[in-house]
């Protein structure tokens, strides 16, 4: 299996952002995307999940194959983290969640509501998501938000032990994972240019 | 699918999930009209199905903006537009959860509200008809009001403005029934209509809505 994006240009609030990015994904491989802030890695992540569509180019893998997992880790407060877990492991059609709540040491927080864990808890039951929906590509936005270190090296095994399943990862982060087989990508070169007619009150001049 | 609905199900009848509010407003409204209007029992049952049928309404259109909003909120709903469930799914058991937990209590609930407004007795058996068969059509079109107004801060005015005017068929021919059995008079025909506005909207409605939240997702 592989990703291929070819000439990927997307807009945010109707605003071009990003132009013509190419890249391409094997199994087994990650791809991180690195930028400054703004610079449009959320919304190229949420193209390539299928969420909205690019305005130029082509995602060569169709949406059924991505797992999302955006800044909003989408828990219920008043559901127990395994029926957080269950249910998504329903929708997705896989089968039990030991291995996801395994792989993020939710096991002992497994009967507690989601409501009162803390925000890196949380993160890692959204985490975990992404193993129950055995998807082969994983788009991660900012996946190691509020996690201490442990909990990233546990998030970055759980990366690796999917890349050697043969599926993919494409992330935008900016702390070292340690996964020194990742690839990296820099969004800065592919910046928008500004349309001609920005300049509108210019024209008049 | 089955895991959506029961999912939704569990969140309203879970603490503040808003599953007795629709309930306790139809009450509160049911019982403040002889307040308003006075005793007299002859008035009251001549308004009486009205005064149902408006309070239903209303107590449906107060938990309308829980529909998506919440989903939104959480990034719930970006995460369920990624899976394996087709959006017109999604519409769809949304509004058969908010109509199983709205609608439903509702219905059952009315001879009791009924019986305070001194509804006559053979106009029992068509308020409850005319609830049953309307009540989906409020879900339905609700849910799609509520698709148009996913993301918006504060959307909740807005979805009523858009909403209400949508409601005004279904109240009309839904309270007409009621109105008709409790004179005692035949109620086919506007219960024909009824059922035609309410199985319209659920064969076309879902389309319209996942077409709308599918540009909101953007």
């Not at chain 1, 990650?30 to 959320?42: C, D, E, S």
């Not at chain 2, 308020?127 to 918006?152: C, K, N, R, Y």
Request: glycine share 12%; hydrophobic share 55%; with cysteine.
């Amino acid at each position: 299996m592989e990703l291929t994006v070819t000439g990927l240009s997307v807009a945010r609030s109707g605003i071009p952002v990003l132009e013509g990015i190419d890249f391409s994904l094997q199994s087994g491989e990650a791809l991180i995307l690195r930028g400054p802030n703004g610079v449009g890695k959320t919304t190229v992540l949420r193209t390539v999940a299928g969420l909205q569509p690019p305005l130029a180019g082509k995602v060569g893998l169709e949406r059924e194959a991505m797992a999302y997992a955006g800044h909003a880790d989408g828990i219920k407060s008043t559901l127990t983290v395994r029926e957080n877990l269950e249910f998504w492991a329903d929708v997705f059609g896989t089968g039990s969640i030991d291995p996801a709540l395994g792989a993020f040491d939710l096991a002992a927080l497994s009967d507690r509501a989601a409501g009162g864990l803390s925000a890196g808890q949380k993160r890692r039951l959204g985490l975990a998501r992404m193993v129950v929906t055995g998807r082969p590509v994983w788009v991660l936005d900012e996946p190691t938000v509020s996690l201490d270190t442990t909990a990233v090296g546990l998030f970055a095994q759980a990366v690796r032990g999917h890349l050697a399943a043969g599926g993919m990862a494409l992330m935008a982060t900016h702390i070292d994972l340690g996964l020194t087989e990742a690839h990296v990508l820099d969004m800065a070169p592919f910046r928008a240019k500004a349309p001609a007619h920005d300049d509108f009150d210019g024209s008049f001049l | 699918m089955k895991a959506l609905l029961l999912r939704d199900i569990r969140l309203a009848v879970r603490a503040g999930g808003g599953f007795g509010l629709g309930l306790a407003f139809f009450l509160i409204v049911v019982v403040l009209v002889p307040f308003g209007v006075g005793p007299d029992s002859g008035l009251l049952a001549r308004i009486a199905p009205g005064i149902l049928w408006l309070g239903a309404l209303l107590s449906c259109l107060l938990s309308l903006d829980r529909i998506f909003a919440l989903d939104w909120e959480d990034g719930s709903l970006d995460l369920l537009a990624t899976a394996p469930l087709p959006m017109e799914a999604l519409v769809s058991i949304k509004s058969l959860a908010h109509w199983l937990t709205t609608g439903v209590p509702l219905v059952l609930a009315s001879p009791l509200f009924a019986l305070l407004l001194s509804l006559p007795s053979q106009g029992y058996a068509p308020l409850l008809m005319s609830l049953a068969l309307g009540t989906p059509a409020l879900s339905v079109i609700g849910t799609f009001g509520a698709a148009l107004t996913v993301g918006l801060k504060r959307g909740g005015l807005l979805l009523s403005l858009l909403v209400l005017p949508l409601y005004v068929p279904t109240l009309i021919f839904g309270a007409e029934v009621a109105r008709r059995g409790a004179m005692g008079l035949d109620f086919t025909v506007p219960l024909a209509m009824l059922a035609g506005i309410t199985f319209g909207a659920i064969a076309l409605l879902p389309f319209a809505s996942a077409a709308v939240l599918r540009v909101n997702l953007r």
